[in-house]
């Protein structure tokens, strides 16, 4: 009898193993593009041993090895002449520059590569290149170094939003090509955010006799990422917190309200459409506690949908940190 289909397949693979891989073949498993395999050969160095019929070039495992490596470092924000540099060498790749630094942040550098980032910080670069090559692994680490060396405040400040407003420049400009790019990336800042950790001091005197922040976003609002970032840095200052997500109905944050009796309650709205103010009044005039002694819940608008008009007894901090200051604030009493 012949040779099975199957087997006919493992022995041209193993052929093309032993010839090398071709350079698109190797594109996608890298999850970058030919081009930028053929630049990267061209202004480092890093091209394959080996090129058939002394034009089309085959990658031998080795290179394949040297190109991953190459891969690894940019993504942790490397530059890549650096890189390219040490992965030829095999040497531990990571220069003085790239390595975490411990009390200290890293430079602002004009930022290269496939997202319009401009003056960005280096772990934008990195976590930039992984995001766009759906690095997840990769991607998962970077942040999760990010927030513990750094804090959720400067963690989504200076890296988080710079790279989704990045990767949301590149999806204007590029149609549907990183749709999911910022997917990815979204996805994974909310599983980091997720995982924020209260502080490791003693705890201090008792706050939560004022009641927890209460964060919500209005009816109709799905965009819950910042109020996520708002409910880490609460968590991470040993705040109590009652995050109740997207699209919250009225009567059911009225009837949480109540039951709760918050110290504040911050409203989410990203677009004017979904900014409810009579839903942000009546949520303002909502009391609890004996006659006499009734109170009310200070009322935070968060986000550009409440732009415009600003509603009287209510706060707007402009940013994270200035709404995590204005709630320690109100804590301390």
């Not at 090129?51 to 490397?78: F, I, K, N, Y």
């Not at 999806?171 to 990815?184: F, K, M, T």
């Not at 909310?190 to 209460?214: E, M």
Request: glycine share 10%; proline share 9%; charged share 25%.
């Amino acid at each position: 009898m012949g040779e099975s289909r199957s087997d006919q397949e493992r022995g041209a693979g193993a052929v093309s193993a032993d010839a090398g891989v071709t350079t698109g073949a190797l594109a996608r498993r890298l999850g970058v593009s030919p081009t930028t395999l053929r630049s990267w050969d061209r202004r480092y160095g890093v091209g394959p041993a080996v090129r058939s019929d002394g034009r089309h070039r085959r990658w031998t495992p080795q290179d394949v090895a040297m190109l991953e490596e190459m891969c690894r470092l940019t993504s942790a924000g490397v530059p890549p002449a650096e890189a390219a540099r040490a992965a030829k060498e095999g040497a531990d790749p990571t220069p003085a520059e790239a390595k975490p630094p411990t009390d200290e942040y890293r430079p602002r550098s004009k930022a290269a590569g496939p997202l319009p980032l401009g003056d960005a910080r280096q772990e934008c670069k990195g976590l930039a290149r992984a995001a766009v090559r759906l690095d997840a692994p990769s991607v998962d680490d970077q942040l999760t170094a990010l927030v513990e060396r750094h804090g959720v405040v400067v963690g989504w400040e200076e890296v988080m939003v710079p790279t989704l407003h990045a990767v949301g420049r590149k999806w204007e400009s590029a149609g549907d090509r990183y749709v999911e790019v910022e997917h990815l990336l979204s996805w994974h800042i909310s599983r980091v955010l997720h995982r924020a950790t209260g502080p490791t001091d003693p705890p201090g005197p008792d706050r939560s006799a004022a009641g927890p922040v209460v964060l919500a976003c209005v009816p109709g609002e799905q965009h819950c990422l910042p109020l996520e970032a708002l409910h880490a840095g609460l968590v991470e200052q040993g705040l109590p917190t009652r995050m109740f997500g997207p699209a919250v109905p009225p009567e059911a944050l009225t009837a949480a309200v109540r039951r709760l009796g918050p110290l504040a309650v911050v409203l989410w709205s990203q677009t004017r459409s979904t900014a409810d103010r009579p839903l942000a009044r009546h949520i303002a005039a909502t009391s609890w506690g004996v006659k006499g002694a009734r109170r009310n819940p200070v009322v935070l608008l968060g986000g550009p949908g409440w732009a415009g008009r600003q509603e009287q007894g209510m706060l707007r901090p402009p940013g994270l940190r200035d709404a995590l200051t204005t709630l320690a604030s109100l804590a301390a009493g």
